[in-house]
């Protein structure tokens, strides 16, 4: 069974930085895009960023960019969001999103939900002071 797993979320203060991490079972997430949302409370889910699995392209909200960086581990099969200057807005669940894709554009943009298969359970994070 596929399976999706977030870590690394928590509570922060302003400015802070927590580096989240997405690891697979089942399958390895090394040809597969990943992507990063958050779904912020009262609202829907949001594309925070993307990373496509060939070309590495990645692309990133205009809310984060700057801030955050998105990376792959091959040799760990893991895929990390690094946050750093952490605002309150940034406060929300954190989920990551594969999708096996041949396409070197999946990752253009950040995409929507519904262009990916697997779904982790998400990892919190609070930016609070």
């Known amino acids: 069974q596929l399976q999706l797993a977030e870590s690394g979320g928590g509570l922060v203060q302003p400015g802070g930085s927590l580096r989240l991490s997405c690891g697979a079972s089942?399958?390895?997430?090394?040809?597969?895009?990943i992507g990063w949302f958050r779904r912020v409370p009262g609202e829907g889910r949001e594309g925070v960023s993307c990373?496509?699995?060939?070309?590495?392209?990645?692309a990133y909200a205009d809310s984060v960019k700057g801030r955050f960086t998105i990376s792959r581990d091959n040799f760990r099969h893991t895929v990390y969001l690094r946050m750093n200057n952490l605002k309150p807005e940034d406060t929300g669940v954190y989920y990551c999103?594969?999708?096996?894709?041949?396409?070197?554009?999946?990752?253009?943009?950040?995409?929507?939900?519904?262009?990916?298969?697997?779904w982790g359970r998400g990892t919190p994070v609070t930016v609070s002071s």
């Open positions: 089942g399958f390895n997430l090394d040809y597969y895009a």
């Open positions: 990373i496509g699995p060939y070309t590495l392209s990645t």
């Open positions: 999103a594969a999708e096996w894709t041949t396409n070197r554009t999946f990752c253009a943009t950040v995409g929507r939900e519904e262009s990916y298969t697997y």
